[in-house]
């Protein structure tokens, strides 16, 4: 079996620009919501049989007491923020197993899954449907990749991330701690890019494996500047290699048949009707009854 793990959070944001406003009776915002229904809906027809979607209830997580200048919710659109539990409650009708993130964050939920799921002989492969490069370092060999359903469905494979970023997937959160992540909040080294960062962890995987004697280190401009500075904020870049790595302890399911699809729940039906959605729940119904 394929297991698909999807970023709900990243998906509503996606549908979110992607798609014009509509509204429900009450005036509510749905239309990220139901492009959110109707792209799993669409991952079953494909033959999709096992699937779960994480989200972001709340934007902080254990990290915003970690570094104060972590993301937070300000500054998101309202319009998303009160499609989330919307979506949620959706997909749970959808019949879909719906891991909603309070302390964790969506990403650590998939990170936790998917190497979970792949220790399991029955599982083929395990496809992270998001192309954000924090998941980057759970990818393995072929049998946990990334599926980036935005735009041709491409695969990034073990090979992909060393092609894409210079280093091996275990080095990816020290690569992030080096260059920053603005989306998610925490800078990085003064002078640290991504070129110099791949360069020297293809050497040392990890921080702690880079020596203090340049004669060690590959040609790279301006090493001693960046030695300074790599060694002068070790504390920060330690903390900000933490924010990066995603955690493997968020509980997320205890039988892979959990995530197994299994035909929608009995309020599916209202649930397309407040979205206005009819033709959702008719492509639900064929999945299960294929002759209506």
């Not at 935005?150 to 894409?164: A, H």
């Not at 280190?217 to 990066?244: D, H």
Request: with cysteine.
């Amino acid at each position: 079996m394929d297991v698909y793990l999807i970023d709900g959070t990243y998906e509503l944001y996606r549908h979110f620009y992607a798609l014009p406003d509509a509204t429900d009776d009450n005036g509510q915002e749905i239309a990220a919501t139901r492009g959110v229904i109707n792209s799993v809906v669409s991952m079953l027809e494909q033959g999709a049989t096992h699937i779960a979607v994480a989200t972001d209830h709340v934007i902080e997580s254990f990290r915003n007491d970690l570094y104060d200048g972590y993301k937070t919710g300000d500054g998101v659109p309202p319009e998303i923020m009160s499609q989330i539990a919307i979506v949620e409650t959706a997909l749970e009708a959808l019949g879909v197993k719906v891991w909603p993130m309070i302390e964790f964050e969506a990403d650590d939920a998939l990170a936790a899954a998917a190497v979970k799921a792949a220790s399991i002989a029955e599982v083929n492969q395990v496809l992270i449907c998001t192309p954000d490069k924090d998941l980057c370092q759970c990818v393995s060999a072929s049998k946990i990749v990334q599926l980036d359903r935005r735009r041709d469905n491409s695969i990034r494979n073990e090979t992909g991330v060393e092609e894409k970023f210079g280093v091996k997937p275990a080095s990816i959160p020290d690569f992030l701690a080096l260059v920053g992540d603005t989306a998610d909040g925490y800078p990085g080294l003064s002078g640290w890019g991504e070129k110099g960062a791949a360069t020297i962890l293809a050497h040392f995987k990890h921080l702690e494996d880079i020596p203090k004697d340049l004669a060690q280190w590959p040609t790279i401009r301006g090493a001693a500047k960046l030695a300074a500075t790599l060694f002068s904020q070790w504390e920060e870049v330690l903390l900000y290699r933490q924010l990066a790595t995603l955690r493997l302890d968020v509980p997320v399911f205890e039988d892979i048949n959990e995530l197994k699809w299994l035909g929608p729940k009995d309020e599916f039906e209202a649930i397309c009707e407040r979205l206005k959605a009819k033709n959702t729940y008719k492509r639900v119904q064929k999945l299960i009854c294929p002759k209506v």
